[in-house]
């Protein structure tokens, strides 16, 4: 086989990869044959050394996990087709996404309010403490009382305000996660290519 | 041998290569010895791999007319190699042990 059609049939094979890749190939073997044949080997010889372009190709594509073309289609058209299913899916997946987005920004405004809700109790059980002690050396039973509920608003602050300072911990640990996995997949997707 | 184990122990073959010296796919080929001989196409995808992994780069040189494509070993592919002698060090100490455990005699009694 001359190396112009040792080639050609490996171009086909080799349909799937991208046109960088391809080239990329070619001139690695292009430089191994004429090394040959600067080593005296005729041009038939040299080629015949690498294999057929089958097993050239089931090797190469091997490494990306996958398995040489049959023939027909190549690897654009393939790309085109996961595009336009993309395209024509978005308003499921797009509105899933913006669902799924709403969600997590509302679970963070829960949270907030919450937190402000346990500041604002403190606070009040604080600010009013001091007049239910001054209504307690008028009217004892009144006035302790209004101290017990004073401390019991604030008291409640303090559960309100670590459940939230964890909620928020928590929420946070998610989005992380999240896009930790995004990143994965796309890298995953990428080195498969 | 185990297929992974071989690939991993041709990508450091190779590194070793060019830790001598900048080389070329043909003359990778011809300077590794007969036991860890690679075809063209195996060769291809652990340069690839290596280069992935910035354990080597390559650069373009003219020669004879042509152009012809170098490599050349990094910081990080010499760290890889010391990485791989450390990590066989304490294999062959394991293997010491198998191999003596094997040779001693007689069945050990069971109670």
């Known amino acids: ?15 799937q990869l991208s046109p ?6 070619f001139q690695y073997y292009a430089e191994i044959i004429d090394d040959k044949i600067e080593g005296g080997m005729s041009e038939a010889q040299a080629v015949a050394q690498l294999g057929t372009p089958h097993q050239v190709a089931a090797k190469i594509l091997e490494e990306n996990g996958a398995a040489p073309n049959s023939g027909t289609g190549s690897g654009t ?17 797009l509105s899933l996404g913006i669902a799924a987005l709403a969600l997590l920004l509302s679970a963070f405004i829960v949270v907030l309010a919450l937190l402000l809700t346990a500041g604002v109790m403190g606070l009040c059980g604080v600010l009013m403490l001091v007049p239910s002690v001054l209504l307690a ?15 019991f608003v604030s008291g409640l ?12 911990g928590a929420l946070c640990r998610l989005v992380d996660t999240l896009i930790k996995r995004l990143r994965g997949k796309s890298a995953e997707r990428r080195t498969a290519q | 041998m185990d297929t992974q184990l071989k690939k991993g122990l041709l990508e450091i073959c190779v590194l070793s290569l060019l830790r001598r010296e900048d080389s070329y796919g043909y003359k990778i080929m011809g300077d590794l010895p007969p036991y860890a001989a ?25 020669h004879n007319g042509r ?12 760290q890889r190699i010391a990485e791989f002698i450390d990590q066989w060090r304490e294999i062959e100490k394991i293997y010491h042990f198998i191999i003596e455990e094997d040779q001693t005699d007689g069945p050990r009694e069971i109670f």
């Open chain 1, 1 to 15: 086989m001359d190396r112009e059609r040792f080639f050609k049939e490996l171009r086909k094979l080799l349909g």
């Open chain 1, 20 to 25: 960088q890749e391809r080239e990329q190939i």
């Open chain 1, 77 to 93: 058209g393939s790309k085109v087709l996961i595009t336009v299913a993309l395209v024509l899916g978005s308003p499921l997946w």
């Open chain 1, 137 to 151: 050396f008028r009217e004892p039973a009144a006035g302790l009382f209004q101290v017990g509920c004073c401390l």
């Open chain 1, 157 to 168: 602050a303090i559960p309100f305000g670590l459940g939230s300072y964890k909620l928020w």
């Open chain 2, 38 to 62: 690679v075809s063209e196409s195996t060769l291809y995808p652990i340069l690839k791999r290596l280069e992935a992994g910035g354990c080597l780069l390559t650069y373009t040189q003219a």
């Open chain 2, 67 to 78: 152009l012809r494509k170098y490599y050349r070993i990094t910081p990080e592919g010499q």
